[in-house]
């Protein structure tokens, strides 16, 4: 006990976490007492205010961002502080504010990451991983493939979120056959921040991958008058959605290559192993049966109206409960849960309702779209395309599209762009947050392997962005056009 205190009395100062707490609070200091901002007008002459509370909620946002970056305390502690201050300075009431932290959206990604838990104990995550190391071989590049591909070919018909908690585990022992234990290595970076990449871009192509999609064509069909169908988004999404798994697998092994080009007889002893495990006990069969039954009633809410006024959080929640029912898991399971990525989720949804709720997410997209309303439709198109790139980097991309596409669509007459262009560039970008845990579920569940730190994914996301924006103005441009997509006015 004296010497770790003596260690902890010597050990050296940590200079750069505290320049960024520093940061993150002087920023917050500086935006919350400032004086009062102009107002923002859009093309219609409507003004929007932005109250003290407002610019709190900006303020509160600009502190968490620096410390998620750079965390410099553990990410769910952020999250809590995201709460505290809004509570402390009057911008939200504690009811709002720390009520956003149990949000349906937060209890599904818990209730995903339990079932990701129950890949695990009961079996499942080996008994799949190694069937995919014996159809793929030994090449780690193929092996980055075929993780990528099954991720993304999963989101076609379940959350996102889902998906990242089933293949985490899958990922964990194909990383345990590579490497000895889990200390970070280049394959395993590329792996875990590959498949959370690969799971939003896999998400984009249908209704089913998440909930953006549906709250965006909502708006589309009230504000345009005209419906997109299930299968008219798959058309134009499906070609970006699986060109960008393909860039992503090349980015990965571009940045992250592996140590190794091979983990020698990996395919042979992935055969021996699952052959070894026999046949399929009884409780894997029961966890499956729960487990796919959920997922089913989940895509079928799309198509059963029955099943459409059913909150799909409570569907997947029915899963964890009758696991613990059929005794598939217990107490020393429940308390096995990484809170500090529900925490992180949390601090998410309560910073992004802040940011609604309080006017500052429109305040900000209609001053920074309204500087785009003189400009040449391809810029303004990607101006929102940004817009949305950067907001569901820090909020809900359910909430990005919310305050960004109502606005775009009002303006867009005035340059004489279709709506159409619009809709589809904006789910893009939302559906690929790189830069922040906080972005995506998926973020923050592969962080949860300690593979890489979050400026690591910071940095890398950066690039990865840049080369979605390219990828996003290419559709635009070229491919949409010839696939029949009005990108004008007539």
Same mark, same amino acid.
């Given at each position: 006990m004296v010497t770790e205190t003596l260690q902890a009395e010597t050990r050296p100062i940590d200079w750069k976490r505290i320049f960024f707490l520093g940061l993150g609070l002087g920023l917050f200091v500086l935006v919350y007492y400032s004086s009062a901002w102009p107002d923002a007008v859009d093309p219609n002459g409507e003004?929007?205010?932005l109250t003290t509370e407002a610019k709190g909620a900006i303020a509160v946002f600009l502190l968490a961002g620096i410390w998620w970056v750079f965390e410099v305390l553990p990410i769910g502690v952020t999250s809590l502080t995201i709460?505290?201050?809004?509570?402390?300075?009057?911008?939200? *009431?504690?009811?709002k504010a720390f009520k956003d932290f149990m949000d349906p959206s937060v209890l599904f990604i818990?209730?995903?990451?339990?079932?990701?838990?129950?890949?695990?104990?009961?079996?499942?995550t080996r008994r799949i991983a190694y069937k995919m190391l014996s159809i793929v071989g030994e090449r780690t590049s193929m092996i980055y493939l075929g993780s990528f591909v099954v991720t993304a070919a999963l989101t076609h018909i379940m959350a996102h979120t889902a998906v990242a908690a089933t293949m985490y *585990?899958? &990922?964990?022992?194909?990383?345990a056959m590579y490497a000895d234990d889990r200390e970070p290595t280049r394959f395993g970076k590329g792996l875990f921040i590959g498949m959370a990449w690969v799971a939003g871009a896999g998400s984009i192509i249908t209704l089913l991958g998440a909930a953006r999609g549906a709250v965006a064509v909502g708006f589309f069909r009230d504000i345009v008058g005209r419906e997109v169908s299930f299968f008219g988004l798959t058309y134009y999404m499906a070609p970006v959605g699986w060109i960008m798994v393909f860039v992503l697998w090349a980015f990965i092994m571009l940045f992250f290559r592996p140590e190794k080009t091979r983990i020698e007889g990996i395919k042979e002893r992935s055969?021996?192993?699952?052959?070894?495990?026999?046949? &399929?006990?009884?409780?894997?069969?029961?966890?499956?049966i729960i487990i796919f039954g959920c997922i089913f009633c989940l895509s079928m809410r799309a198509f059963i109206p029955a099943l459409s006024g059913v909150n799909k959080t409570a569907i997947i929640l029915v899963s964890t409960i009758l696991f613990f029912v059929l005794n598939i898991l217990d107490i020393k399971d429940l308390e096995a849960i990484p809170w500090n990525i529900i925490l992180l989720f949390g601090g998410a949804m309560s910073i992004g309702f802040c940011l609604w709720e309080t006017g500052a997410a429109q305040w900000m997209a209609v001053n920074w779209l309204t500087l785009f309303k003189e400009a040449h439709w391809f810029v303004f198109v990607m101006s929102i395309a940004f817009f949305v790139m950067v907001m569901t980097n820090f909020i809900m991309n359910v909430a990005a599209i919310a305050i960004s596409l109502p606005v775009a669509l009002v303006i867009a007459p005035y340059l004489g762009v279709a709506p159409e262009v619009i809709l589809f560039a904006s789910l893009i970008t939302a559906g690929m947050p790189f830069i922040l845990l906080v972005g995506a579920a998926p973020n923050a569940i592969a962080y949860d392997s300690g593979q890489f730190t979050t400026g690591e994914f910071f940095s890398y996301g950066l690039i990865a962005s840049l080369i979605l924006m390219v990828v996003t103005a290419l559709f635009v441009l070229v491919v949409w056009p010839m696939m029949g997509m009005p990108v004008l006015l007539p």
């Open positions: 003004r929007f205010v709460g505290v201050l809004q509570v402390m300075f009057m911008i939200r *009431p504690a009811n818990f209730a995903s990451l339990v079932i990701g838990m129950v890949f695990t104990k009961t079996g499942l *585990p899958l &990922l964990l022992t194909i990383h055969a021996f192993m699952l052959k070894e495990m026999g046949a &399929l006990s009884r409780t894997e069969v029961v966890s499956a």
